[in-house]
């Protein structure tokens, strides 16, 4: 046997001595999170218990990506260990998640990158139809998008806070890489790129360089338009890459958008509060009437209470009196004694003042 021979085989047994410590580690922790789970019911018979736990969640993902050493890269340990969470917490209560679908778009995308792969995750129509299963305890959370760095908020979102009464308990950015796509016995020539209008608009310098005058066709959504590519042959799709797996689609090209930072940031919501994570962010809503110095004496509490805004997006009310709605989001936990003299300075002024939730800010990647 030679020297290399020899040297492999001591590398695959070490290999094979290292996965048998990995399965007794993790069978050890799936027992430690099924004693939480006793535990959790036996102190908590008044109520229902919390299972899901965002803020504990990102205070263990975070501190495994600053204690990692390496080679593994941050955000490779961050998504192995929410997988591992994942499956814990689906022994203790199995969770069921509404997204904005259809099946493989990004908000499915943001759904699985916060829940795992464990999770049950349901699409809906319609943002209005995430925040009614969630608000008719027909699903134990949602996941809607809320923002693109590019493209501005996401009104529709918004507005479903106005009415429904649930609570943000978690956000998630998730980078947007487009992919050119097409059927995997593709032979014809490309008769028409689909998408939704907005990738289309996000890939537009691409597209002008590789398919000049080839018809781009805005379809509802990037699913969609893979659907489509699936259907058939002499079409072309700009949609992720889940959407391609989902599909059965070839991957022709990737990451093919003009703005290669492009975000976008998701909610979480829910009908629990979530505690302090140590890095939280707080988002609030406030009703004020349309008058001179309206926005100036709701932000003023902040600066004096130094507290940092992050988000203040502006809507009309649905009353018809002319009043108007701030979605507010500032660093820190309502919880703080800072966040509550400034909630408390502002319900002074305002014609109402809501909490929409405080919760643990999105984990950052490590590149």
């Given at each position: 046997m030679s020297?290399?021979?020899?040297?492999?085989?001591?590398?695959?047994?070490?290999?094979?001595?290292?996965?048998?410590?990995?399965?007794?580690?993790?069978?050890?922790?799936?027992?430690?999170?099924?004693?939480?789970?006793?535990?959790?019911?036996?102190?908590?018979?008044?109520?229902l218990p919390v299972f899901y736990r965002p803020e504990r969640e990102a205070q263990i993902l975070n501190?495994?990506?600053?204690?990692?050493?390496?080679?593994?890269?941050?955000?490779?340990?961050?998504?192995?260990?929410?997988?591992?969470?994942?499956?814990?917490?689906?022994?203790?209560?199995?969770?069921?998640v509404a997204y904005f679908g259809p099946e493989g778009t990004y908000t499915e995308a943001a759904a699985i990158k916060q829940f795992g792969h464990f999770a049950t995750t349901v699409p809906m129509a319609s943002i209005d139809e995430v925040f009614r299963e969630v608000a008719s305890s027909g699903a134990h959370y949602g996941v809607v998008p809320v923002e693109n760095s590019t493209e501005g908020m996401v009104n529709h979102t918004l507005d479903c806070f106005l009415s429904a009464r649930v609570r943000i308990c978690a956000e998630v950015e998730l980078p947007i890489h487009h992919a050119f796509l097409r059927h995997q016995a593709h032979q014809e020539?490309?008769?028409?790129?689909?998408?939704?209008?907005?990738?289309?608009?996000?890939?537009?310098?691409?597209?002008?360089q590789h398919h000049p005058g080839i018809p781009r066709i805005a379809v509802a959504s990037n699913a969609e338009a893979a659907k489509q590519a699936a259907a058939r042959p002499d079409i072309a799709a700009v949609a992720g890459e889940m959407a391609a797996e989902r599909y059965g689609l070839r991957i022709l090209s990737e990451c093919i958008e003009d703005q290669p930072d492009n975000k976008t940031r998701f909610l979480v919501i829910g009908k629990q509060t979530v505690a302090s994570s140590g890095d939280d962010k707080t988002s609030i809503l406030v009703s004020v009437r349309n008058e001179p110095g309206a926005l100036l004496r709701v932000l003023a509490p902040f600066e004096q209470h130094g507290i940092s805004l992050t988000r203040i997006e502006t809507r009309p009310a649905r009353s018809g009196d002319w009043s108007y709605v701030f979605f507010i989001d500032f660093d820190g936990h309502e919880s703080d004694a800072s966040a509550q003299g400034v909630i408390l300075a502002i319900r002074e002024v305002a014609l109402e003042v809501r909490i929409l939730g405080s919760y643990p800010k999105a984990i950052k990647s490590s590149s």
């Open positions: 020297t290399d021979e020899d040297k492999l085989k001591s590398l695959r047994e070490r290999i094979d001595q290292i996965d048998r410590q990995l399965l007794r580690l993790l069978n050890d922790r799936a027992e430690c999170a099924l004693e939480v789970g006793v535990v959790k019911q036996s102190e908590l018979q008044q109520e501190r495994l990506m600053q204690e990692n050493t390496g080679p593994l890269a941050g955000d490779d340990v961050a998504r192995l260990f929410r997988e591992v969470i994942s499956c814990c917490l689906n022994m203790e209560m199995p969770l069921k020539p490309i008769a028409e790129i689909v998408s939704h209008a907005q990738s289309l608009a996000q890939c537009r310098g691409w597209l002008d």
